[in-house]
């Protein structure tokens, strides 16, 4: 078995081809994959219908190891298996990729794949995070990701000039009800997340359209802690956003400043929490509130900037001077 020098552990059983390597098995004992660009040369451009799944049967193939250490003591099986970066090479993900992958939360790829199997995500119950490379204005490898779930999805993108945009698709969730009278099934939708997912023209992603669907969102059932986090996102990391949609936002989150302010105290996000305070204007009685968890949570930066807005509140003609 050949070794080649890696980012991390993985045992991947490969087919050469005259331009590129298929993956047809990788395995690893990690929490965290990396696959290789490339291979002797050549570009990895495939990965194989079930290449992920656990505790698959070994195929026929090359057996290389990709090692960045000393040789792990716990079998290769996928189980712990939580963030897989794909290489930029890669052109084609097969059938049931990822299939009971159960561990993994977090993919990172770009989104030059072109052929997008099918049902590549079955059963990772976890799988909630993306983050992709775009290579241009179309982007079908998120369209193929989001569509697959009804989960609520973090995703961020980073467009061919570095810019970010971290986007929140909300939950939906499909209901089928027997209807025994009538020996049928009644199919519903419930949750505002569906246009989210499923709100691709062409396969290409429009912050546009993605904006467009705010209003609505707000007026079906919706969890508020999602619409936060959607909001607060957009204003944070403004890729593409009108000035509609950013007044949109602005208003929801100026009406549940208080909710976004505990959020950022849990989340520790010191630098959100003063962005939060340079474009929200909190009332003392929250900012007293948010002071209170600071000191709770010993987070001493956080306290001092919820201080000091608190010091700006104060009328000048209350405030004591002193001559010396």
């Not at 490969?14 to 395995?27: E, F, T």
């Not at 970066?85 to 794949?113: E, K, Q």
Request: aromatic content about 10%.
């Amino acid at each position: 078995m050949e070794v080649i020098r890696g980012e991390s552990e993985l045992l991947l059983t490969v087919r050469r081809k005259a331009d590129g390597i298929v993956i047809l098995r990788a395995l690893s004992a990690d929490k965290t994959a990396v696959l290789p660009e490339t291979l002797w040369g050549l570009p990895v451009t495939e990965l194989e219908h079930h290449a992920f799944v656990p505790n698959r049967p070994v195929s026929e193939g090359e057996t290389v190891r990709i090692a960045c250490g000393p040789m792990p003591t716990e079998q290769p099986d996928n189980s712990r298996l939580e963030d897989v970066t794909l290489p930029s090479t890669l052109r084609r993900i097969g059938d049931y990729a990822f299939y009971n992958c159960t561990a993994l939360r977090r993919l990172r790829m770009h989104d030059a794949v072109t052929d997008w199997g099918g049902l590549i995500f079955m059963n990772c119950r976890k799988l909630d995070t993306l983050f992709l490379r775009m290579t241009g204005e179309r982007t079908r490898a998120l369209c193929c990701f989001v569509g697959e779930f009804s989960r609520e999805l973090d995703v961020t993108l980073v467009d061919p000039a570095g810019e970010t945009a971290r986007l929140i698709f909300p939950e939906y969730r499909e209901n089928l009800d027997e209807n025994c009278p009538n020996h049928y099934f009644d199919y519903t939708i419930t949750g505002g997340g569906y246009p989210y997912h499923h709100g691709f023209r062409d396969n290409t992603f429009s912050t546009m359209d993605f904006d467009r669907l705010w209003e609505k969102y707000l007026k079906v059932n919706h969890d508020d802690g999602t619409a936060l986090r959607l909001a607060w996102w957009r204003l944070r990391q403004p890729w593409k956003l009108s000035e509609d949609a950013a007044a949109a936002y602005g208003k929801y989150l100026r009406e549940h400043g208080e909710e976004a302010l505990v959020w950022l105290l849990e989340q520790r996000d010191t630098e959100g929490l003063n962005w939060l305070l340079k474009h929200v204007e909190l009332s003392r009685e929250i900012l007293s509130t948010g002071c209170e968890l600071a000191r709770q949570q010993n987070a001493a930066e956080a306290q001092v900037l919820l201080l000091e807005q608190m010091h700006r509140l104060v009328p000048v003609g209350r405030r004591k001077t002193f001559d010396l």
